[in-house]
């Protein structure tokens, strides 16, 4: 499926599966011809497998909001899949809460940031793979899955702004060797443990935030606090 700025049934071409995706592993395109920034508001629950996001030919944005709806990740095998691809400068944004049915692996090759803002649940984890952009992360999130922030092949970049972003405790956070989390928000953190592998935990804007959960170092990695975080 491909967002159509031209095409008929809120600009969604027609699928095999009928006028907008929403089946799992079904595939949405909204990287297309973009021109101008394009607002899509869900206005139901939506299955899909793969999103492909971010204007490739321009600086147009891309913002996905939910009114009365929402996204569920759900493939039949492997993991679901979000992508920002590497050409394009305008920043996206995914509002609408998610449901993890299965692992989603994110890829940022971009240089601009894509902002997850809603809230994350489900069965799965998320891992974020190495690219040039950041990962930025907002809701106050349950998933249970793994939070891995994987630098195989180049660097990789989480940014979180609340202080249960992370999801469920009971996985964990691994940061590995080449990539970084940024603590982004103010406050004490959910007792999430962390696994630094060589990667790095950041500090934002003199926040002075409290990490709570045990830290484990699995390799020589670094810690840096702006003002008086702990």
Do not use: C
């Amino acid at each position: 499926y491909n967002w159509d700025n031209a095409g008929p049934q809120n600009n969604w071409g027609t699928g095999a599966g009928g006028p907008f995706p929403n089946a799992a592993g079904d595939v949405a395109n909204l990287n297309i011809d973009i021109a101008g920034n394009q607002i899509i508001n869900l206005n139901q629950a939506v299955t899909i497998g793969t999103i492909n996001i971010g204007d490739t030919s321009g600086a147009s944005t891309m913002t996905i909001n939910p009114n009365g709806g929402s996204f569920t990740f759900d493939v039949s095998s492997g993991s679901a899949t979000l992508t920002k691809a590497a050409v394009g400068t305008g920043a996206d944004t995914i509002s609408a809460n998610i449901t993890l049915n299965d692992n989603l692996s994110i890829t940022n090759s971009s240089g601009v940031s894509l902002t997850l803002s809603g809230n994350i649940d489900g069965g799965g984890g998320i891992t974020i793979n190495p690219g040039a952009g950041n990962t930025i992360v907002n809701g106050s999130n349950t998933y249970a899955g793994v939070t891995d922030i994987n630098g195989t092949g180049g660097n990789a970049y989480l940014r979180i702004g609340n202080a249960a972003a992370l999801g469920s405790v009971t996985n964990g956070t691994i940061v590995r060797s080449g990539t970084r989390l940024h603590v982004n928000a103010a406050g004490t953190y959910n007792a999430e443990p962390l696994t630094l592998d060589g990667g790095a935990l950041f500090s934002q804007n003199a926040l002075a935030p409290v990490w709570t959960g045990p830290v484990t170092l699995t390799a020589p990695s670094a810690i840096k606090v702006d003002n008086s975080g702990t």
